[in-house]
């Protein structure tokens, strides 16, 4: 057991390592995959749409904190829209960019270099949190920790906004992440899931549908190549998320599918334009549309303490 600890503490250092020098490089280049008016499908807007989108529906909410706000659009965002808005993110070329951001944007928001888990911030002070492409890059474990001192930093009735990778894609991608999950023998639980969302004709149909479905499936020790030099990037399904949230205090309301991919990975690449139409298209009309979430690489999870 306790070479089992020592590691999984040693892998995830390395994970985290991998991740902050990424980050440090990448900074410029996820700062431009994050603007609006691309040509292309930017899932970073998708995922902030769904953010600003639950945004305008929480009544009386004054405070938002965005953890590894990256080049911070959405905390400029949501200081347009009003709110006391902070970012928090580990790598210093990230936050430059966000005081740039912001002073281009002529705003007032709140940058801060450092850990989620070191940086001293108020319990129950805060009415949204927001997390998009983070957890990705920690443990299951430390990803509890993290869902911990959420619930502690909000208020009561405060919500959070989690987005994943979803995994429930590599059902229905057919590629190398298909095989993975095959090899770990949980593709029938993925699929079956599947089908659970895909029928479900509301939101609370597919909640309730997803309690059945709720487990922690087990992770592979590294994942496909992704464009991202870091050996592990986790991900979740919409029902593993959603049940270690709600073991957590959380309960889900929304599940917002980002990201649509309808064709088939062989033609994408044949037909990038015409994928990013797709995907773009589908957007427009169908961010809560629960039904889609199998053919979407990404989902992001709206829960209220």
């Known amino acids: 057991d306790d070479s089992r600890d020592r590691l999984s503490a040693e892998n995830g250092m390395q994970q985290q390592d991998q991740t902050k020098d990424y980050f440090r490089v990448a900074a410029e280049d996820w700062h431009q995959k994050s603007k609006d008016g691309r040509s292309d499908y930017s899932a970073l807007e998708g995922r902030r749409h769904a953010v600003l ?3 305008d529906e929480i009544k009386d909410a004054r405070r938002f904190l965005d953890v590894g706000c990256g080049s911070g659009q959405l905390v400029i965002a949501a200081a347009q829209r009003g709110l006391n808005a902070e970012g928090i993110d580990f790598a210093s070329e990230m936050i430059e960019l966000c005081e740039a951001n912001r002073k281009e944007a002529g705003v007032e928001a709140e940058f801060t270099e450092g850990s989620f888990f070191d940086v001293d911030l108020k319990a129950g002070s805060y009415d949204i949190i927001s997390a998009q492409g983070f957890i990705e ?3 299951p474990d430390d990803m509890m920790l993290i869902f911990k001192r959420c619930f502690e930093l909000l208020r009561p009735g405060g919500s959070l906004l989690v987005g994943s990778r979803n995994r429930l894609f590599n059902a229905v991608s057919f590629n190398a992440f298909t095989e993975v999950e095959s090899e770990l023998g949980i593709l029938e639980a993925l699929v079956n899931e599947c089908i659970a969302l895909h029928t ?12 059945a479905h709720e487990r922690m499936d087990p ?26 949230l709600r073991s957590s205090g959380f309960t889900p309301t929304t599940l917002f599918p980002i990201y649509f991919h309808g064709l088939p990975g062989a033609i994408r690449k044949a037909r990038p334009d015409l994928h990013f139409q797709l995907a773009n298209a589908v957007a427009e009309f169908t961010l809560r549309d629960q039904r889609l979430t199998p053919f979407c690489s990404t989902f992001v999870l709206h829960v209220t303490k």
């Open 53 to 55: 989108s639950a945004i």
């Open 137 to 139: 890059y920690f443990s």
């Open 200 to 211: 479900s004709e509301s939101q609370e149909a597919a909640f309730e549908a997803l309690r």
């Open 219 to 244: 992770h592979p020790d590294s994942h496909p190549a992704t464009g991202v030099p870091v050996d592990v990037r986790y991900q979740y399904s919409p029902a593993d998320l959603t049940g270690r």
